[in-house]
Structure formats: structure tokens, C-alpha cells
């Protein structure tokens, strides 16, 4: 009874030729690839993201101590402020509007 004989190209390459080889380097590559993006997203949505403020020498956003509409409106607009969506005028013109100055 014969045994098993192998005629072509071996699965993995290799000196018998074949390109199953290549196929798998391929997919281990788009794996490796996929597990870096993954944690790199992840990474990425973890961190806290930075406010960045319209002017280094601009007002000192209102600490909220009023009553809770007021402490409200005044959070909403520090945050305007903070994201640079209003300028130090409008943001002194607001704040002071809101506090009833």
C-alpha cells in the first residue's frame, strides 16, 4: 500500500512553490493591522479631548454659584467661551448680563 505522496506545491510555499503562503502572510498582516487600528481608536476616544481658549489673557470663566437657571446659563456659556464660538466681548457682555450687572 503506498502512503500518502505529495505531487505539486506544498501549502505553505516553500521550495514545492504555491502561493497559499503569500495568501497567509497577507491575512496575518491585515489581522495585525486591524488589532494596532482598533486600540489606536480606542486610545484615541479615551483620552480627554483639550479645550482650547479663544485668548491666553482673556476673563477667568464665571464660577457658577448663582441659582440654577443662572449656574446653567453661565456653564453653557463658559463653554462657549472655552471652545472660542464667542469672543471676550460678547462673553463679558453675557456674563454680566447674567448676573444682573
Known amino acids: 500500500m503506498g502512503g500518502f505522496h505529495r505531487v505539486g506545491p506544498g501549502y505553505w510555499g516553500g521550495p514545492h512553490g504555491g502561493g497559499?503562503?503569500?495568501?497567509?502572510l497577507l491575512l496575518l498582516v491585515l489581522v495585525v493591522a486591524g488589532v494596532i487600528w482598533l486600540v489606536a481608536s480606542l486610545l484615541h476616544r479615551a483620552r480627554p479631548q483639550h479645550q482650547h481658549f479663544a485668548g491666553a489673557a482673556g476673563p477667568t470663566p464665571v464660577p457658577a454659584t448663582e441659582d440654577h437657571e443662572t449656574s446653567e446659563a453661565l456653564r453653557i456659556l463658559n463653554e462657549r467661551f472655552a471652545r472660542g464660538e464667542i469672543d471676550v466681548a460678547e462673553f463679558t457682555q453675557r456674563r454680566?448680563?447674567?448676573?444682573?450687572?
Open 96 to 101: 454680566d448680563l447674567l448676573r444682573g450687572n
Open 20 to 24: 497559499a503562503g503569500l495568501l497567509g
